[in-house]
């Protein structure tokens, strides 16, 4: 039914440079969309968007950089002993939460303080329990990994009432201290930065012409402020179309995502040219209805994931398995730089400040990894904690 859909063509270094001089130029020819090539094969043709396309290809050739050297903190206070850090996890199946809490293992185990991950589940009785269950066991130290402040409002009253420093992993809508609520600060990518790239890459990749689903957890507030951005950001092309803003929450993915991919498609046929979802993980649940459907795992839809970057995303990337692209996190040094923060909490400095670099992985740069870090952190925070 759907083995006729047109496929969009990849962006290389040469149609890069050569797509960025001629919109400069405005000679709109050189970036055309493929009618019956490959992903990875070039056209000529109009751009959809030249003036925004240029730029979009230059963001995503930086970004797609991978010899990324260790640009965060050098200094800090020495290892202060005998800490427990209790991780509080939205839930377990998401891979990002669970990515960040291995890398918080990881760190702990370096610095040698004692770690425990408690699960909530994915429900908000199950994540206020378990931040319940955190905030009794009176920690050192407290991760909220991956959920709304907000929703355990008394559990955090309560932490901050007895001194219990707390961290976020991707809690709130930006990086570092927070005071409503009361953080000592917060672990992620900037969600300006992983929008904007995720946007940037579909116009590079579509030529300026793209029919987009957008997939989101609106129950999460940094989920759906990534959205928003997103879809902004998609509006500063006129030859992008989105067709459909789904809200999926991460919870029910696995049941959901099928059935709506199988809806969507039966609505938009070949319209459907790109995809862009908050989290890697809604992918992992489509790839079955595309192979249903006889779509191509190397696409259309072209497939990029705003986040997370866990193991099973790389694989469908390095597979051309029904994604084309993702937006990393940089799980495991989120992980050490948690521990790291909570050190500086505990001798009473300020929090680093650092904050991640985005990147874009696919097929063609990852050379078979499976996770993305700038190289060099734990050499970084070993040296700093004196271990």
Sequence with gaps: MYGNRRAIPGVFTARLASCALLAAATVLVGCERGSSRGPGESTTGPSGCPAVQARAETAVAKAEETDVSWDGPTNGPGAVSGKTIVYVAQTMTNPGVAGAANGVR??????????????????PTGIQAAMSEAVALKPSGIVIGGFDPNSTSRQVARANKEHIPLIGWHAVAAPGPSRRPELFTNVTTRVEDVAAISAQWIISHSNGHAGV?????????????????????????????????????????????PREISSLLARFHHRWTHSVAINDLYFADAAPAFRAAGENGSG??????????????????????YQAATVPEPLSLQGWQIVDEFNRAFASRPASGY?????????????????????????????????
Excluded: M
């Excluded at 760190?107 to 429900?123: E, F, K, L, P």
């Excluded at 990147?359 to 050379?367: L, M, Y």
């Design 106 to 123: 990881e760190a702990a185990r370096v610095i040698g303080w004692n770690i425990r991950v408690i699960d909530g589940g994915g429900s």
């Design 213 to 257: 689903v957008l997939i989101t957890d609106s129950s999460i507030p940094f989920a759906r402020n990534k959205s928003e951005l997103i879809r902004k950001a998609l509006a500063t092309c006129r030859g992008v179309e989105l067709l459909a803003y789904e809200n999926i929450p991460i919870p029910d993915a696995s049941s959901r995502t």
């Design 300 to 321: 259309p839809p072209f497939n990029i994931g705003a986040g997370d970057g866990d193991p099973s995303a790389f694989q469908r990337v390095n597979n051309r398995q």
């Design 355 to 387: 904050v991640a670099p985005v990147h874009i992985a696919t097929a063609r740069n990852s050379a078979g990894a499976t996770t993305w870090d700038p190289s060099g952190y734990r050499e970084a925070y070993r040296k700093i904690w004196g271990k």
